[in-house]
């Protein structure tokens, strides 16, 4: 069942999957070479989605970043006339420049904790859809952007499915023509997020440790969690005054042991780690650590409170 998701922001790399360019045709009018509705020809100078339009007309957030698709008319973009001239559209379709785009700098999900645990390796697929013209997009380890000539019937109408790792949603030019299955409505109800520091022991260490948190509703090892569950991704760290060496920290979740666990590096005289829980509901949650750091054990205790950060601007 899908809840709808009012406007939104939008998650992912895409790459051509469709052929590039057409063969011509000895029976072909003169005018040039024949394209079908939803082919799409390879730019001879490529262009971005903010050369079209910094404001695109379709978005998608997706765990790994926000998806952008734009276009205009061929005749409208500088370097694209001449090449539009050489094509031959169907009647009743127009020749358009679309740009597409996954934007990973745009996640919507804060603190390092829910970055680190975002990869850009799931499967993402993006099909766009006017009248009865489709055309097929792809993420793959190839381009992350792309741009090209297409032929749409009404160009005005276009609409998108975005799936990310078997999850699909849609989206239309409208603010209001969004559908998001409940896995994905958390990327635009806004991530909850927490922060606390840790009574660490001995005091004689003089430690400081903390904590950030994010509830997410997909991870690398998790993949989608349950509607109405998100897997809790923590990030313990900390230092010791006169310490030496890096440290490894067990972190617990109510009691409830991390399904992974990942350093962030070696700290001199400290430790950082990320670490992912089963999925839950969020709620308080007690965080225990236990560090040995040379011939000392440290611990310590803290309470994280989640708490919703702000929605996406666009989320409606």
Known sequence: MSS??????????VALVLAVGACSDPEEPAGGTSVDPGEVVGLDRP???DDLDPEPALTAQVPSGVVR??????????????????????DGTQLVVVAW???????????????????????????????????A???DDIPLAGSGLVALPDPDELTAEVTFDGVAQTVGPGDDERDVPDQVAPLYDGVPAATASLDCAPTRLRAICR?????LPWTDEGGWAPAGRLWPVVRAEGSARGASGSATATVTLDGTAAVTSLQQGAVDGGFNGLHVFPAVEPS????DLEV????????????LVPERATPSPTAG
């Open 4 to 13: 709808g998701v009012r406007g939104g922001s939008i998650a992912a790399a």
């Open 47 to 49: 262009v971005q989605v």
């Open 69 to 90: 698709i734009a276009w205009r008319a061929a005749d409208e973009v500088e370097g694209a006339r001449q090449q539009a001239g050489d094509l031959d559209a169907p």
């Open 101 to 135: 785009e996954l934007d990973v700098t745009a996640v919507d999900s804060p603190g390092v904790s829910a970055l680190a645990a975002l990869g850009t390796d799931a499967d993402i697929e993006v099909v766009l859809s006017s009248g009865e013209a489709t055309v």
């Open 137 to 139: 997009l792809a993420t």
């Open 211 to 215: 904590a950030d948190a994010a509830w």
């Open 284 to 287: 308080r949650a007690r965080l």
């Open 292 to 303: 040995t750091l040379g011939g000392d054990r440290l611990t310590g205790v803290g309470v």
